[in-house]
């Protein structure tokens, strides 16, 4: 990882466009905002949150990939379950706001460029600005909701169903990281998801 580094005009307006696609910000909140941010780049294959730990940071990531990932309860393998991309938090199931320890891993799929912020400044905020905490639950809500739609879909929808719904997402990554990654996350078999590629190839 490069030393952390104040936030740049560029990488804070791209957060900004963000954040305000989910809830609109006071020019004071914006200010405070800027004051604790950050800015990184992370290496390929770099872990920045192991299971178990507290997640303490919670970062945006401008550019790169990275994936989650869960142990396996019966095979002890690990397995992925969600990617990021440009323009996501990169969060845990909410642990960074929870406060309990991750169940996942973050691993970094790409040499990545992320904002950063602590736990530590958040709170600070949450002490300064009431509209901190209603900021805080909209973008928890925001990452719960696509985990539970991806999960609802897992649970209900036939494999050929899931591939085709996520087909456009799927071609992307295959070109970025491991098909067995991918078929994890779509809750398949590899063989299986390279079936339907097959299958679908050439087909717009």
């Not at 030393?3 to 305000?20: G, Q, T, Y």
């Not at 397995?79 to 909410?94: E, N, P, Y």
């Not at 494999?159 to 295959?174: A, G």
Request: net charge positive.
């Amino acid at each position: 990882m490069m030393h952390p580094v104040s936030i740049s005009d560029e990488s804070f307006h791209a957060l900004l466009k963000i954040i305000e696609s989910v809830m609109v910000l006071s020019v004071k909140f914006k200010l405070a905002l800027r004051g604790v941010l950050y800015e990184t780049t992370f290496e390929r294959d770099s872990r920045i949150l192991q299971s178990g730990r507290v997640q303490d940071t919670v970062w945006l990531l401008l550019t790169g990939l990275a994936r989650e990932i869960r142990l396996d309860e019966h095979s002890f393998k690990e397995r992925t379950s969600w990617f990021w991309l440009a323009g996501d938090f990169l969060c845990t199931s909410s642990s960074f706001f929870s406060r309990d320890a991750s169940e996942r891993t973050i691993e970094i799929l790409e040499r990545s460029r992320v904002v950063l912020i602590s736990y530590q400044d958040w709170h600070l905020l949450m002490d300064s600005f009431n509209e901190t905490e209603l900021l805080t639950e909209k973008l928890r809500r925001s990452c719960d909701k696509a985990r539970l739609q991806h999960a609802g879909e897992i649970k209900h929808l036939d494999t050929e169903s899931r591939y085709l719904s996520h087909r456009k997402l799927i071609e992307h990554l295959s070109t970025r990281t491991k098909q067995m990654f991918i078929a994890d996350m779509m809750g398949m078999a590899p063989d299986t998801l390279g079936r339907l590629k097959r299958k679908y190839a050439g087909l717009r």
